[in-house]
């Protein structure tokens, strides 16, 4: 998806701090009340993960070490929330209890130690207060005052170069809640008392060590209205770097959870495809604790282990490659994981899921089509929820799983290789925010994940074969190597290449895409970035599975009269019709392009239907108002209401779509329609169904793109002119040249509205959703639907966005108006042969199918001799028609 790099940012500068000595550890005080809850870290493991029972705001910036939780970079808001506790509503008694002391002593500046009690999140959800939550902050300032919500000028004050035992109680009052705040070192016991509201408690509970300077709390609960549900002063840096121990949590007032811990096995992604299973189990960084997984299945009422893997030092994934797999039926299986609790027992962990089987069998095979999952709306219950509805046979995450902003704390740049470990700890923490939203349908549902942009930290990605990107364009920052919160600016991205080091860019492939089938060339680009590009078969279906932005080039290169900025033309005399298809820039890569040839000629295991996936759109669908020509504004334009057309919009050209360049984009179309395959794909955010077309209108294939599933940067499509073959009713379908004058044949456009509905109103306005596509083995047709995020499938009456169901005939994804045919084939002797079309004088294939009974009238689109095949590539039928004249159709 294109977020564009330079774009509104709540991106932050952070370091990494030194560690310091251990402070002398003191005696415990009695605490009041039987803990429910008791924090023991183990004496020999170093981490940066705390636990499953925890959430570390940010993860990159605590660790635990020697039995101790350490806050190790400095930074306003930093927490780390207990997720297996939970203050309840009702009445009831609150008793909190830690050991807390300088990692490394130095003078205080501006911050707070202590704890959050009853954190809350608008959304009503344990992982969106884990993440997002404010609550009622206590604890010691930077100059040793006790303080509960604010702090009082007279409060009395601990030395806090000592360890201190910091206690909170809190009990019913006439007014709310009585609570008090204890705070003992050698020198003695200092404590202060407060009166509360009753709802100023109930929440999850967190230790917290804040660098920022210290605001009442808490705050009022207020409604999410786009980027406010980003807790305020995250930014890096400051004094504030203690350790805790010994915490515990006790009352009549809390409630245990311990169904919420998260860890170590986070969650699981697999793929099957001609009987491999491949399985990613994702694991968060364990340090020096690291064992190998092991996947089980259920055999027989037993547990039987069909593989083991050690896990990837940098992704933190164990991926499982089970070759043979039968997968004629479901598959209960768990995979294990052994690692010492706090007393330093190995204790083994399970995750459990259904491996499902082939549908094979299915008469209508349903994919889920998804793109751009930003943290707006998580956990994104409402989605998840209204997805599982279709039951989905497979889920396609066509990319942006993560984008730079997820959970708060900006995002860690860095080229420099002191600096690398701390980069991959900031993308892991928000790929474990996707996993947490999601796993409960990638446990289940066979899932492909491919990576775009802004999961490799680009607002645009231009790869050029691999290589870096210019550091010279991107600032002194970049330059020196050290972290950057927030982008690097556009010329950084515009050179061409990946701005983050070849082992990032590798850890990020190796976590999204680790269980996809094996490449169908493993071999890696420029810096030995790694590549997936490969085929899946599942239900019959064949998916080329592309990667559309590795061999990209650079239209800032390829292109100097431009003047091009983050994708657009800043040359106002710039045609990009006439003077953007750069002879010499690529696209999908010729590597890319030789798999095309092949895969779509390999009709082998039965495969029935086909269709390609790539990241975005090959085709510009994008108007901006009169006199702009970027995107840099379209979160502030105005949305209209429902139903009104916006009149004085005009075509842009953004390079970062699929249209550039033209004859890159043309090549990908003449490949897939070999093989009568759709195109899936996302990123632009505007879900569409097009019909592309190539030497003339509708000669190509059928595009579907989806809409974002949580969408920041709204696009919309208001051409001023009616086209031809417009459909009735509308203003914006039927045959137009893009910007880039490639053809395309609009079928429905789903463009921002001001929808009435449940949920925020930025996921509604924006026209998120995902797309349900439903293939009939029968008929060879595909119904198309692309359904609003909010709206209940399962509700009375609920319908997709208008224009909405689209249905597909296979074969006119390639030869829709072709004028031409061949005389009639018939393989009366057996059924559903392969059929393939060559060009007799040069050998080239037209175009391979598996037809639909034995019997067929092959169409082409050009006059002259033909050969034709037909075949069993499983077996041994095979018959040739040869010297076959095409004649004009009637």
Not at 764 to 770: A, D, E, L, M
Request: aromatic share 10%; glycine share 10%; charged share 20%.
């Amino acid at each position: 998806m294109s977020n564009r790099t330079g774009r509104r940012s709540f991106l932050r500068k952070a370091g990494r701090a030194a560690l310091g000595a251990t402070a002398i550890t003191l005696a415990r005080p009695e605490v009041e009340e039987k803990a429910g809850f008791r924090a023991a870290w183990p004496q020999d493991v170093s981490r940066p993960w705390p636990g499953p029972e925890y959430w570390s705001n940010p993860l990159q910036d605590w660790r635990i070490d020697k039995g101790r939780l350490e806050c190790v970079s400095p930074g306003g808001d930093r927490s780390v929330v207990l997720l297996t506790r939970e203050v309840a509503e009702r009445s009831g008694t609150l008793t909190l209890s830690v050991q807390l002391g300088q990692v490394q002593s130095q003078k205080l500046e501006s911050g707070f130690v202590g704890f959050r009690v009853g954190a809350k999140s608008p959304m009503n959800d344990y992982r969106a207060a884990a993440i997002y939550g404010r609550g009622l902050d206590a604890g010691l300032h930077f100059d040793g005052k006790l303080f509960i919500g604010s702090v009082d000028a007279g409060a009395p004050k601990v030395d806090l170069a000592q360890e201190n035992r910091l206690q909170l109680n809190a009990r019913p009052s006439v007014n709310g809640y009585t609570v008090s705040l204890r705070a003992t070192n050698a020198a003695g016991t200092q404590e202060i008392t407060r009166e509360v509201p009753e709802d100023w408690l109930s929440g999850l509970l967190a230790l917290v060590c804040s660098s920022a300077p210290v605001e009442p709390t808490p705050p009022p609960l207020q409604p999410i209205k786009d980027f406010s549900f980003y807790p305020p002063q995250q930014k890096a840096g400051g004094t504030m770097r203690f350790w805790f121990k010994d915490w515990t949590v006790g009352g009549s007032k809390v409630d245990e959870h311990e169904e919420r811990a998260y860890g170590p096995v986070l969650f699981t992604l697999y793929t099957i495809s001609r009987k491999t299973l491949k399985l990613s189990a994702q694991f968060p960084p364990l340090g020096n604790t690291r064992a190998a997984a092991v996947l089980e299945v259920q055999d027989g009422g037993a547990w039987k282990q069909v593989a083991a893997a050690e896990l990837n030092p940098d992704a933190c994934n164990a991926v499982f490659r089970v070759p043979s797999w039968d997968a004629t039926r479901d598959h209960a299986y768990r995979v294990l994981y052994r690692m010492p609790d706090e007393n330093g027992t190995p204790k083994q962990y399970a995750y459990t899921g259904t491996i499902r089987k082939d549908p094979a069998d299915k008469q209508d095979i349903v994919i889920g089509l998804l793109t751009c999952l930003w943290d707006f709306g998580f956990p994104h219950t409402d989605f998840t929820t209204h997805l599982a509805y279709h039951k989905p046979d497979i889920l396609f995450w066509t990319g942006d799983q993560i984008y730079e902003p997820v959970g708060g704390f900006g995002v860690v740049e860095s080229r420099n290789p002191d600096l690398i470990e701390y980069a991959m700890l900031d993308f892991l923490r928000k790929w474990f925010v996707f996993g947490w939203g999601v796993r409960d349908l990638t446990r289940d549902i066979p899932s492909v994940c491919m990576t775009d942009d802004h999961d490799m930290y680009h607002g645009n990605i231009w790869g050029c074969g691999g290589r870096p990107a210019n550091p010279a364009a991107a600032g002194a920052s970049a330059r020196q190597g050290t972290v950057v919160y927030g982008a690097t600016g556009y010329l950084s991205q515009d050179s061409g290449g990946y701005k983050m080091p070849s082992r990032w860019v590798n850890m990020v492939q190796a976590a999204q895409t680790s269980h996809l089938p094996d490449p169908f060339d493993s071999t890696p680009v420029l810096q030995g970035i790694t590549v997936y590009y490969t085929d899946l078969q599942w239900g019959g279906i064949s998916f080329a599975i592309l990667e559309d932005r590795k061999w990209k080039s650079a239209p800032k290169e390829q292109l100097p009269g431009a003047d091009i900025v983050n994708g657009f033309a800043h040359n106002p005399a710039w045609d990009a019709a006439t003077q953007s298809n750069a002879p010499n820039a690529e696209l999908l890569g010729q590597r890319q392009l030789d798999f095309l040839e092949d895969w779509a000629a390999n009709w082998s295991g039965q495969t029935w239907m086909k269709f390609a996936v790539s990241q975005t759109l090959f085709g510009c669908l994008h108007t901006e108002p009169a006199g702009i020509n970027t995107d840099n504004k379209d979160p502030e334009e105005a949305i209209p209401p429902v139903g009104t057309y916006v009149d004085s919009d005009h075509l842009v050209a953004d390079h970062d779509s699929g249209a550039w360049p033209q004859h890159g984009r043309d090549a990908g179309i003449r490949r897939w329609r070999k093989g009568f395959a759709a195109h899936l794909c996302g990123d632009q955010h505007l879900g569409s169904t097009s019909h592309y077309g190539v030497d003339a209108f509708r000669d190509g294939v059928y595009s579907v793109c989806t809409p974002a599933m949580s969408n920041i940067w709204p696009r919309r499509w208001y051409p001023p002119k009616v086209a031809p073959n417009a459909l009735p009713g509308t203003r914006n379908t039927g045959d137009y040249l893009d910007a880039f004058g490639n053809r395309m044949t609009v079928l429905a456009v789903a463009n921002p509205a001001r929808y009435p509905g449940p949920g925020l109103d930025g996921l509604r306005f924006r026209v998120t959703g995902y797309t349900i596509l439903t293939c009939s083995r029968a008929s060879r047709k595909t119904t198309i639907a692309e359904w609003p995020r909010w709206v209940d499938p399962s509700a009375p009456g609920a319908k997709p966005y208008d224009g909405w169901p689209i249905t597909i005939n296979q074969l006119e994804n390639g030869l829709w108006g072709a004028e031409w045919e061949l005389d009639r084939i018939e393989t009366a002797g057996f059924q559903n042969p392969v059929v393939q079309v060559q060009d007799e004088t040069s050998g080239a294939v037209i175009y391979t199918l598996r037809i639909n009974g034995n019997a067929f009238t092959p169409l082409v689109r050009n006059a002259g001799t033909y050969r034709v095949l037909a075949y069993d590539p499983d077996g041994f039928y095979r018959k040739e028609w040869r010297g076959l004249q095409a004649r004009k159709r009637s």
